[in-house]
């Protein structure tokens, strides 16, 4: 496999924190599977901080950014039975990036660490 794209984000945990007050963006942001763990967390915050740096670091990855049909509540942050974070893609997102990569097979690698106030992301896409 060769590494069709790389990402990076990093986040300020008090901007997620001020941007969930508005219930709406919640669900235009994150999936349900996210939701449900995030709010089960202790720093929920960085949960949700994690997650979305994730997001952004898979759109520039993937080259396109948050556009052309890509949802952010479509990437779905999730992790293993040992805590290890991954990327599942769902629905149009998914078909979206098929199609970009013009491969079914492919392998999206995430890194995730947070501090206090911060939250970052790595992201590889192999094909």
């Known amino acids: 496999m060769k590494i069709y794209g790389i990402g990076t984000d990093i986040i300020r945990v008090s901007r997620i924190k001020n941007s969930l007050k508005k219930k709406s963006i919640k669900s235009r942001l994150f999936n349900k599977k996210e939701i449900v763990k995030c709010q089960k967390t202790k720093n929920n915050y960085n949960c949700y901080a994690k997650r979305f740096a994730a997001k952004e670091a898979f759109s520039k990855a993937l080259g396109t950014g948050v556009s052309k049909g890509i949802n952010f509540n479509q990437i779905v942050v999730q992790n293993d039975k040992r805590g290890k974070p991954f990327i599942k893609l769902i629905n149009m997102t998914k078909k979206i990036v098929e199609k ?28």
Not at 101 to 126: C, G, M, Q
């Open 100 to 127: 970009r990569l013009k491969k079914k097979k492919y392998k999206i690698s995430l890194s995730l660490s947070d501090e206090e106030n911060y939250a970052v992301a790595f992201v590889t896409i192999s094909i």
